[in-house]
């Protein structure tokens, strides 16, 4: 799963009582450790004085940053709060986006709309990557001309 930082950044400070928990994924270098009592706290003190890593968290990306400290052992307990923090949203960002697309799609004014045509229109609204080529609609398109003078 790709999200980017920002996205998951903000959706943990949606959370009530999760402070803690972005606090340690986003910004775990300048975390006040002495404000948490956790089992972590020895780690995060650990990672906090490692400057290799602080250097490697300012190059990379958060979620390729943790792919590396989990790859390396040294901090399992710091890896487990972070892969929560991951896991939430695969299993259930993606799925609460998916309805409220679907919900806003399927409206009061377009009950009758068929599976098919949902779907087809929630692939259209979910797929981002998709680019529009106006101009060449524009030409395939034919005018109708009225029978009526």
Not at 55 to 75: I, Y
Not at 127 to 133: G, L, M
Request: charged residues 25%; glycine residues 4%.
């Amino acid at each position: 799963m790709k999200l980017h930082n920002f996205t998951i950044i903000t959706l943990i400070g949606n959370l009530p009582g999760k402070t803690y928990l972005k606090q340690v994924f986003s910004s775990p270098f300048s975390l006040d450790v002495t404000r948490y009592s956790t089992d972590a706290s020895n780690e995060l003190i650990d990672l906090q004085c490692n400057s290799d890593l602080e250097d490697l968290n300012r190059r990379l990306s958060l979620e390729n940053f943790w792919q590396e400290v989990g790859k390396s052992g040294k901090f399992p307990k710091v890896t487990e709060i972070v892969s929560k923090v991951l896991c939430m949203f695969g299993t259930t960002y993606l799925c609460e986006q998916f309805f409220s697309i679907m919900k806003c799609t399927k409206t009061e004014k377009r009950t009758r709309l068929l599976d098919r045509n949902l779907a087809a229109s929630l692939r259209v609204s979910l797929n981002k990557n998709i680019k529009i080529d106006f101009n060449s609609l524009v030409e395939k398109k034919r005018c109708q001309r009225s029978s009526k003078k």
